[in-house]
């Protein structure tokens, strides 16, 4: 007669921190998005440019959101998607003969934070 066989447990898979602190970034970077887009944004509405550019900043914010998110969760797409909602109001600049900002602090070290751990994530 055997004693009882001990099955092994499944390895957990640990989150580094550095993606938690991403995730959390990111869902700051949107949601200051989405509130100084409208904040701002509907005193300055007097185009159908403003208008399209008010959306744009309103989607990327929600993007980012999405992208928070999928970070958490350790999903590569949620990296990839950080980039285009950084990318996504810029290229409505230019498409609107506007200057180009830069890209929120907080969005930029969600990337980094985020990329700087792409072998973490699935």
Avoid: E
């Amino acid at each position: 007669m055997s004693g009882p066989t001990s099955t092994p447990k499944p390895a957990t898979t640990t989150r580094p921190a550095v993606l938690t602190l991403a995730s959390v970034l990111c869902w700051l970077a949107g949601l200051v998005t989405i509130a100084l887009s409208i904040s701002t944004g509907l005193s300055l509405i007097s185009t159908v440019a403003d208008v399209v550019l008010i959306t744009v900043n309103l989607a990327a914010g929600a993007m980012v959101c999405v992208a928070g998110l999928l970070v958490y969760r350790q999903r590569k797409v949620g990296a990839l998607l950080v980039v285009i909602a950084w990318a996504f109001p810029q290229a409505a600049d230019l498409a609107a003969g506007q200057p180009v900002r830069p890209g929120p602090v907080l969005l930029l070290l969600a990337m980094l934070a985020t990329f700087s751990n792409w072998r973490y994530m699935r």
